[in-house]
């Protein structure tokens, strides 16, 4: 994969339930990533993207995108260029409307993934321009068989570390054109198809020891689905 504007799409902070990370932890960790910047997407929530424009005024050489990691009825969506969260449990097309009418371009998560995950019959049809086929977070079965259906179906394909803690950061990355700077320029991409995925699965030691964990902050949430 030749190099362009490596971005994190799908990463995590305090203002997600399942996160401690501050914004500012994630910006100092971007020197030791190769990455050129990263996307905001806390479950259910845009509490963070005033936090994050403030950053982005100050650290101009990155290149940062707000989103958010809605739970939709079917499944988790990643809906990026949005300035407020779409309403949460809706049927997943009914929530792809929402975003593209409030200006944003709506990406299917981890669709394969046996938890969260919208599942082959979904991925298949639902209009988006992109599907997540690179996600930190997968084995790497889950992970092809989102590639294949975006090969398939001539959409764009987009990656993200699914990042909830500082190592994990960057550990899957989406590419953009080299010229890509501004939101719109982000959104254009998306929508366009002008996106490449890299980085690497999760192996299962890490998918062991990541199940563990998710199980451990589902019982402290009060058996609290995202």
Do not use: C
């Amino acid at each position: 994969m030749t190099d362009g504007l490596r971005l994190d799409l799908h990463v995590h902070s305090r203002h997600s339930p399942d996160s401690r990370l501050t914004i500012e932890q994630i910006v100092e960790r971007l020197p030791y990533t190769g990455l050129r910047g990263f996307a905001l997407t806390d479950h259910n929530s845009t509490r963070g993207h005033a936090e994050l424009a403030a950053l982005a005024r100050v650290h101009r050489s990155y290149v940062f995108l707000a989103g958010v990691e809605v739970s939709t009825a079917e499944g988790h969506l990643l809906a990026y260029g949005v300035t407020e969260a779409p309403p949460a449990r809706r049927p997943i097309e009914e929530t792809i409307e929402w975003v593209r009418a409030h200006g944003g371009e709506p990406v299917l998560a981890h669709p394969f993934r046996w938890t969260h995950g919208v599942g082959p019959q979904v991925t298949a049809v639902a209009q988006v321009p992109a599907i997540e086929v690179r996600n930190g977070h997968n084995s790497e079965v889950a992970n092809a068989r989102a590639e294949l259906v975006a090969a398939r179906r001539t959409l764009g394909m987009t990656g993200g570390s699914d990042g909830h803690a500082i190592p994990e950061i960057g550990r899957a990355f989406t590419q953009f054109p080299e010229e890509a700077r501004t939101t719109d320029d982000l959104l254009e991409a998306l929508r366009r198809g002008r996106t490449l995925a890299g980085g690497r699965s999760l192996r299962f030691p890490g998918r062991v020891r990541l199940g563990l964990t998710t199980g451990t902050k589902f019982l402290t949430r009060g058996l609290r689905s995202l």
